[in-house]
Nanobody, 114 residues
């Protein structure tokens, strides 16, 4: 079965870190361009970071560059989003996406609040 399953979200304080995981099944993540997106209440979904197939080149939106890191573990067939120095404006539902066929996971909630 082809699917993406996100995990790792939670409630944290400003300045804390979280690592989100996106476990893929039914395909090989290194053969696909993958990305993380987020959607806050009342706002449009936005791309946070992406990693290309093969070489693994990465792209980040300006607001997270230097704080977030997207990576993949080929042995675990998993894509990660390491989030450091979290801010309240990072609060959102985070989704993993495979560009090919526009495949999405169910999302994991990240809440940053003091």
């Amino acid at each position: 079965q082809v699917q993406l399953v996100e995990s790792g979200g939670g409630l944290v304080q400003p300045g804390d870190s979280l690592r989100l995981s996106c476990a893929a099944s039914g395909f090989i993540v290194s053969d696909q361009t993958m990305s993380w997106h987020r959607q806050a209440p009342g706002k449009e979904r936005e791309m946070v970071a992406s990693i290309t197939k093969g070489s693994g080149s990465t792209i980040y939106r300006d607001s997270v560059r230097g704080r977030f890191t997207i990576s993949r573990d080929n042995a675990k067939n998993t894509v990660y989003l390491q989030m450091n120095n979290l801010k309240p404006e990072d609060t959102a539902m985070y989704y993993c996406r495979r560009y090919d066929n526009d495949l999405w996971g169910q999302g994991t909630q990240v809440t940053v609040s003091s």
